[in-house]
């Protein structure tokens, strides 16, 4: 069976990248919009009405407004936008987020994409609340650091000028605001009551992506050993594929002594890790924030949805 599939801002960089994933399937008909015709109203709501599958990477406000274009009962729509992270009637596409949400996407015609900071977080920290570990009340932290194509083009190619500007050369943290538009979705799809004190960090390679969550075992339940919550993470991702728990204390990153935030790349996969001493914890989540964090994702949840390997064009 042929599967047609749209994607509404195939020009930018999650669009891009879509197309590469879908390339090479031959169970896929790319519908694709001429160029002259990609603001055209018209056109874009025929061919998502078109559509088996519409993929939404456009901002927000465009996103909300595809949306409402999609007139058939038959379309799924998967929305890489922030706007209907925590929307109702809304899915979340996140397959390996808890028992069930798998056969969710597959009947769900609204799937919302999650954000690449935001994956790595509740990947990490969502079994422990479902454990028990974590109190839904704890006020916990968070930092991420990226790559640079998480910025799209204007970011890519305000790093790519030769030579770099010396103001780009170092690490720089944003957010500082404390309202980066990934918190509501790393609040409601973990389980807790308030969104952490995130920080994320952009430096000069390309993609990549690691969160860190630093935790005192007295904020976990009393009797909580850092044993018990790599246990954790292990029994909630027994036997998904693109999950892979480390071993705790890591003995090959303690051995070299530095965390290699690109190992992912170029894959779906998420690695997970717990760092330990006797008082405290430090999660730590590593994926390709063009792939499991943006791109991979929306292909798997594609995938889950009709029904087909979920592996299928991400391995």
């Known amino acids: 069976m042929t599967f047609k599939v749209f994607v509404d801002g195939q020009e930018g960089t999650t669009g891009l990248r879509i197309h590469e994933y879908l390339a090479a399937r031959t169970d896929i008909e790319v519908l694709k919009i001429d160029a002259d015709k990609r603001k055209d109203p018209a056109e874009r709501s025929r061919l998502l009405n078109a559509a088996d599958v519409a993929f939404l990477c456009l901002p927000d406000a ?51 994409n999650p954000g690449c900071h935001s994956s790595a977080f509740i990947l990490a920290v969502r079994p422990l609340v479902d454990a028990g570990l974590l109190p839904q009340d704890a006020a916990i932290s968070a930092t991420s650091i990226t790559g640079y194509s998480g910025g799209g083009k204007s ?13 780009l050369q170092a690490p720089r943290p944003y957010g500082l605001a404390l309202k980066h538009k990934h918190l509501p979705e790393m609040a409601a799809h973990t389980g807790l ?56 204390r890591d003995a090959a990153t303690l051995e070299t002594g530095f965390f290699d935030v690109q190992a992912c790349n170029d894959t779906n996969r998420v690695d997970l890790f717990v760092f330990a001493s006797d008082t405290q914890v430090l999660l730590m989540s590593r994926l390709d924030n063009l792939g499991k964090g943006a791109s991979g994702a929306a292909v798997q949840s594609m995938n889950v949805h009709l029904g087909v390997e979920e592996s299928l064009g991400l391995v």
Not at 155 to 167: K, R
Not at 211 to 232: C, D, F, I, N, W
């Open 193 to 248: 009551a308030t969104p952490p004190v995130f920080q994320p960090i952009v430096s000069t390679f390309y993609k990549g992506l690691a969160v860190s969550v630093p935790l005192h075992l007295s904020q976990l339940k009393p009797g909580t050993t850092p044993e018990a919550v790599h246990a954790a993470l292990v029994a909630h991702y027994a036997g998904e594929r693109f999950i892979n728990v480390k071993p705790l």
């Open 62 to 112: 465009a996103s909300r407004e595809a949306a409402f274009m999609v007139n058939n009962d038959r379309t799924c729509l998967i929305d890489a936008s922030t706007a209907h992270r925590t929307a109702p009637g809304w899915t979340f596409g996140l397959p390996e987020l808890a028992r069930g949400q798998r056969g969710a996407i597959q009947a769900s015609k609204r799937i919302s």
């Open 155 to 167: 970011m890519i190619a305000e790093y790519e000028q030769q030579p770099l500007p010396a103001h």
